[in-house]
């Protein structure tokens, strides 16, 4: 149902805005414009793939990452096809790994139901895995130049600060105000002004200049027009929410290495973090503030053990949890078999780059390689107690 929030100079705001954004967009490898399809500004499998992996990740990192997921993936029914464990390691270093496998269920509906072909309407879009009204909109609007609103957390700060809304991050009730209000604008400006240009243009000017915390107002085009901006409240908008607490989880790793240079990998629960991921060995301890201690690591992992070697502590944030990592470099009593269970394989170094790994255990991994002597200032080996 279209809304009656009064929006004044919402075509105004939207003019400025597009005129803005066409003069000084980035250049981003998913904003190339389509040639020879009528009807269909940019490609709409790099902006899907491209929406998906932006998600609560920074641009900088999904410029890193698009060409080659897409160089691994180059159409709908390449990544359609393909199976999960080739699409979660070209996803590596991007995160959130359920994103990765709804764009693949997403990939393998629109070859099943849509014949390959990305839905233009925001409906059908909406219908997809991991598609919401933000992403289905943004599609439709991008790609096939729909005059749709779309709100994401950059626009919703742009139009809170703009119409000096005190408005509270992620609060329901101004989320529904920002959609109303971002509908509003595009009603005002549909046939006059860009509807795609607008969007995207609230989009970067969120991401660039009225960014979170302190906006760059003497450099935004919208100063003119801003209530924030005016009444100096811009800095404390959306204010904060109260917060839960992180848990906390404690993981030891084992970085263990045959002789022939293979490590041993093992593959992660379902469901939970980092779901179905493959890892070096690790004991993973919730509900407790501290590491497991070396004799009880060395005990849970089962093997013989002649001497573990720390290696590293770092931690690792998630949306919800703070994960302390040790990691440690274990060495094998000389007499142990074979470390190996159903859920632990030992893996060639040229196989990680096909395997799914999160990111902290990429790390890891890499240190190991590298790592073939104690560094400088790093623990000296401790030798187990028999
Ligand atoms: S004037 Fe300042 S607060 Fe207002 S939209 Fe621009 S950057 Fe944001």
Not at 359 to 364: G, I, K
Request: charged fraction near 25%.
């Amino acid at each position: 149902m279209r809304s009656t929030v009064p929006v004044p100079g919402s075509r105004e705001i939207a003019r400025v805005i597009a005129d803005w954004f066409s003069r000084g967009a980035r250049d981003l490898p998913w904003r190339r414009e389509a040639v020879g399809d009528p009807g269909v500004r940019r490609d709409p499998y790099r902006v899907l793939v491209s929406e998906i992996m932006l998600q609560q990740t920074q641009v900088s990192r999904v410029v890193e990452r698009f060409d080659p997921f897409l160089a691994h993936f180059p159409t709908i029914d390449r990544l359609a096809e393909a199976d999960e464990a080739s699409v979660l390691a070209a996803w590596s270093g991007l995160g959130y790994y359920r994103r990765a496998r709804l764009l693949h269920a997403a990939a393998r509906h629109i070859q099943r139901e849509h014949d390959g072909r990305i839905p233009t309407d925001p409906a059908r879009l909406a219908e997809l895995p991991g598609v919401g009204r933000y992403t289905a909109g943004a599609v439709a609007c991008f790609a096939f130049g729909a005059s749709v609103p779309i709100v994401d957390g950059n626009i919703a700060r742009v139009l809170f600060r703009v119409f000096d809304r005190r408005a509270v991050q992620g609060d329901a009730a101004d989320m529904r105000w920002a959609w109303e209000t971002a509908d509003q604008i595009v009603r005002a400006s549909s046939g006059h002004v860009p509807i795609p240009a607008i969007n995207e243009g609230l989009m970067e000017l969120g991401a660039t200049v009225c960014v979170p915390g302190e906006p760059r107002c003497s450099r935004c085009p919208l100063a003119a027009l801003c209530a924030g901006g005016a009444a100096g409240t811009a800095n404390q908008i959306p204010s904060p929410r109260k917060t839960t607490a992180r848990k906390s989880v404690f993981c030891s790793t084992a970085l263990i290495m045959d002789r022939r240079g293979r490590i041993l990998l093992e593959r992660r629960p379902s469901p939970g973090m980092w779901s179905l991921m493959w890892q070096a060995p690790t004991l993973e301890r919730e509900g407790v503030r501290r590491h497991a201690g070396a004799a009880r690591f060395a005990a849970w992992l089962g093997v013989g053990v002649s001497a573990l070697e720390r290696l590293a502590r770092f931690r690792h944030q998630t949306s919800h949890r703070t994960v302390h990592f040790e990691c440690w470099r274990v060495r094998l009593d000389a007499s142990q078999a074979r470390p190996i269970s159903a859920s632990r394989r030992w893996v060639e170094p040229g196989e990680l780059p096909g395997i799914g790994l999160s990111s902290p255990q990429a790390r890891m991994i890499a240190s190991a390689f590298s790592a073939s002597s104690p560094r400088r200032g790093s623990p000296r080996a401790r030798t187990l107690p028999r």
